[in-house]
Antibody
Framework: EEQLLESGGGLVQSGGSLRLSCAAS????????MTWGRQAPGKGLEWVSC????????YYADSVKGRFTISRDNSKNTLYLQMNSLRGEDTAVYFC??????????????WGQGTVVTISS | QSVLTQPPSVSAAPGQKVTISCSGS????????VSWYQQLPGTAPKLLIY???KRPSGIPDRFSGSKSGTSATLGITGLQTGDEADYYC???????????FGGGTKLTVL
């Protein structure tokens, strides 16, 4: 079964850092671009960042550019999101998702269950 | 405020049809594929439509997608109470080089 499993969420103070992980199984991880998205409490979905299968390309939402870094380790079938200089508005459930199409195509056919990030002041 | 505009809510009776619109611009919807997602409370989103009008395997043909110019539409026929959920459109913006989702539409099946 094709699956994604996020981990690494938690409670951190404003200005702090967290690294999220997304473990993939059941498919050829290196063959797919991957994406991080998030959903603040009671709010809609927000696209955060994406990375190509070979890590050759990546993109970021303006709200996280310069603070978050997406990366992947294809030998470990794992996607990462390094989050620095965290702010209250970063509080959300963070999802990883598989791009069923190209890097610059929004088409996510597999989603993880999400990991909760809470930023305290 | 989302660049892609969806109605906050829609409603219809069981068995009826509903459409959900997603309005954007030439830099996003008009020149990129649109996808649609269903999110039930407390769960991850689920892909319903990709490449404007294609359904993944396992998605019933009650769900359909279309696109014209800078707008896209999700249609749901034969509404069931289990269809009550939030629905999101998504696309790429070629000018901003970012992905984006609409603000979401809550479907109520009366």
């Amino acid at each position: 079964e094709e699956q994604l499993l996020e981990s690494g969420g938690g409670l951190v103070q404003s200005g702090g850092s967290l690294r999220l992980s997304c473990a993939a199984s059941g498919f050829s991880f290196k063959s797919y671009a991957m994406t991080w998205g998030r959903q603040a409490p009671g709010k809609g979905l927000e696209w955060v960042s994406c990375i190509s299968g070979d890590s050759d390309g990546s993109y970021y939402a303006d709200s996280v550019k310069g603070r978050f870094t997406i990366s992947r380790d294809n030998s470990k079938n794992t996607l990462y999101l390094q989050m620095n200089s965290l702010r209250g508005e970063d509080t959300a459930v963070y999802f990883c998702a598989r791009n069923s199409g190209s890097l610059r195509e929004i088409s996510f056919d597999i989603w993880g269950q999400g990991t909760v990030v809470t930023i305290s002041s | 405020q989302s660049v892609l505009t969806q109605p906050p809510s829609v409603s219809a009776a069981p068995g009826q049809k509903v459409t959900i619109s997603c309005s954007g611009s030439s830099s996003n919807i008009e020149n990129n594929y649109v996808s649609w997602y269903q999110q039930l409370p407390g769960t991850a989103p689920k892909l319903l439509i990709y490449e404007n009008n294609k359904r993944p395997s396992g998605i019933p043909d009650r769900f359909s997608g279309s696109k014209s110019g800078t707008s896209a539409t999700l249609g749901i026929t034969g509404l069931q109470t289990g269809d009550e959920a939030d629905y999101y459109c998504g696309t790429w913006d070629s000018s901003l080089s970012v992905g984006m989702f609409g603000g979401g539409t809550k479907l109520t099946v009366l």
